[in-house]
T-cell receptor, first 113, second 111 residues
Framework: NAGVTQTPKFQVLKTGQSMTLQCAQD?????MYWYRQDPGMGLRLIYY???????DKGEVPNGYNVSRLNKREFSLRLESAAPSQTSVYFC????????????FGEGSRLTVL | GENVEQHPSTLSVQEGDSAVIKCTYS??????FPWYKQELGKRPQLIID?????GEKKDQRIAVTLNKTAKHFSLHITETQPEDSAVYFC??????????FGTGTRLQVFP
């Protein structure tokens, strides 16, 4: 079991460019999440998907879009990257309402110049 | 929505001493309170959690206490070791839905 896999691990973008962060889990979890981590700010929820076919906004959704492609995959898209989106992005998954534990991916470090 | 405040932001202790990290939450409907540990350059990992029907939970050297009336919960680490050095995050949610995290506490344990 690979758990939660994110790609890419590192990315440098110029302001205005677009990109998609990919996330896949092989634990048959129902719920998937995207968080961003900034120094002194902790982990902030961008979007989440409670189950296949649904997505909802989190604390900081502006500038992002998501797609729950199937039960395994949940992608995060930046349509027009801004320097304020420089961050470390974590994808996570959990079993919906059975246990609360989030299983995180290794993170993706994004720099927007 | 839920808001979680965490203190202190940094904590330094001598090996063998105890460490306490405190969090407060705003939504009285929250009923699930986990703690995550993140070592440098690694992903966050769950170390202990507590639900609102329990006041205290222990797992070896770590314990979490919950005061629903005051809406605060704390992480206690006893007999700290250098490998306890990490960033610790508290979080809160209702029915494990949409966890909201605190801003983190950087714990340094000096030998």
């Amino acid at each position: 079991n690979a758990g939660v896999t994110q790609t890419p691990k590192f990315q440098v973008l110029k302001t205005g460019q677009s990109m998609t962060l990919q996330c896949a889990q092989d634990m048959n979890h129902n719920s998937m999440y995207w968080y961003r981590q900034d120094p002194g700010m902790g982990l902030r929820l961008i979007y989440y998907s409670a189950s296949e076919g649904t997505t909802d906004k989190g604390e900081v959704p502006n500038g992002y879009n998501v797609s729950r492609l199937n039960k395994r995959e949940f992608s995060l898209r930046l349509e027009s990257a801004a320097p304020s989106q420089t961050s470390v992005y974590f994808c996570a998954s959990s079993v919906w309402r059975d246990t609360g534990e989030l299983f995180f991916g290794e993170g993706s470090r994004l720099t927007v110049l | 929505g839920e808001n979680v405040e965490q203190h202190p932001s940094t904590l330094s202790v001598q090996e063998g001493d105890s460490a306490v990290i405190k969090c407060t939450y705003s939504d009285s409907a929250s009923n699930y309170f986990p703690w995550y540990k993140q070592e440098l350059g690694k992903r966050p990992q769950l170390i202990i959690d507590i639900r609102s029907n329990v006041g205290e939970k222990k797992d070896q050297r770590i314990a979490v206490t919950l005061n629903k009336t005051a809406k605060h919960f704390s992480l206690h680490i006893t007999e700290t070791q250098p490998e306890d050095s990490a960033v610790y995050f508290c979080a809160a949610s209702k029915n494990t839905d949409k966890l909201i995290f605190g801003t983190g506490t950087r714990l340094q344990v000096f030998p």
